[in-house]
Nanobody
């Protein structure tokens, strides 16, 4: 299963951006999708996740400012980011966990996108 992110860019503090992540492949089912980010010199951290039933979780640092959502029919994940702060500057990665069908059986997968840069200027 391949993931492709889009929507990153440069924005001033207080501004908004919307990230998208499209999943593609043959015969797969996605359970949980999420956004992670990695700032220079720091470890990758969880931003938000959403299950197939719509249950969401958020990092404390983004709760109330970011909204994660998904379109199950289109296998697309979104992250609406409002009130952006310079501390939100990072490469944002999409992740998807699920199962796929190949060679007569189902297997688990965990895929990552290539990342999209978000830069917030002060």
């Amino acid at each position: 299963v391949q993931l492709a992110e889009s929507g990153g860019g440069l924005v001033q503090a207080g501004g908004s951006l919307r990230l998208s992540c499209a999943a593609s492949g043959n015969l797969f089912y996605i359970n949980t999708m999420g956004w992670y980010r990695q700032a220079p010199g720091k470890q990758r951290e969880l931003v938000a996740t959403v299950t197939s039933s719509g249950r969401t979780t958020y990092a404390d640092s983004v709760a109330g400012r970011f909204t994660i959502s998904r379109d199950n029919a289109e296998n697309t994940l979104y992250l609406q980011m409002n009130s952006l702060e310079p501390e939100d500057t990072a490469v944002y990665y999409c992740n998807a966990d699920g199962t796929y069908y190949k060679n007569t059986y189902w297997s688990d997968f965990s895929s990552w996108g290539q990342g999209t840069q978000v830069t917030v200027s002060s």
